[in-house]
């Protein structure tokens, strides 16, 4: 049973989760932590902090992790790995083949219009799902993410707060 809510949960994310992976990520919250309890948020935000270290798409990684914590075996993994990505595959091949036919489309061009901001939403509301006392641990955390989203305005390049904000991390926690 736990194979087939899995794979109903991650096919469900797959559909509704439009803008990638970080847009996914409060769906992912919802169904892993709030909905089924298969995990808490400081697990989550573990599996997330590691599907970001790791090649390729965040969301399959994390669909990847979850679905071998869950599971404790491979074929959790696989399972929720092909539910993530059947939707997108799907629609994506639909598109394509449609594509030609749509691009003048009023409708279409609408659509992609107002799915902008709600994009937009859905990345700020995961990030708000990862500032609580049980991921943001202390001050220091705040103040390295502070200083980052300061930089961001002045234009600072990602490597280099990505490098800054590690060695500010080193620095504070040893």
């Not at 109903?8 to 089924?36: P, W």
């Not at 003048?104 to 799902?129: E, F, T």
Request: glycine content about 10%; proline content about 3%; hydrophobic content about 55%.
């Amino acid at each position: 049973m736990i194979y087939l809510q899995l794979f109903l949960s991650y096919l469900k994310i797959g559909f509704f989760g439009f803008g990638g992976g970080y847009a996914m990520l409060s769906l992912i919250q919802n169904e892993m932590v709030t909905r089924h309890g298969w995990m808490t948020a400081t697990e989550l935000a573990d599996i997330v902090a590691v599907s970001q270290m790791t090649p390729g798409p965040i969301a399959i990684n994390c669909a990847t992790y979850v679905g071998y914590t869950v599971t404790g075996n491979v074929w959790g993994s696989l399972l929720t790995t092909f539910a993530v990505s059947l939707p997108p595959l799907t629609l994506m091949v639909l598109i394509t083949v449609f594509y030609n036919r749509l691009k003048n489309n009023g409708y279409m061009q609408g659509a992609m219009k107002w799915m902008k901001p709600m994009i937009c939403g859905m990345i700020g509301a995961a990030a708000l799902l990862f500032l609580n006392g049980e991921t943001f641990i202390d001050w220091k955390s705040y103040l390295i993410f502070v200083l980052c989203f300061a930089a961001t305005w002045f234009k600072v390049d990602s490597i280099l707060l990505i490098c800054l904000s590690a060695v500010a991390g080193i620095l504070l926690y040893i």
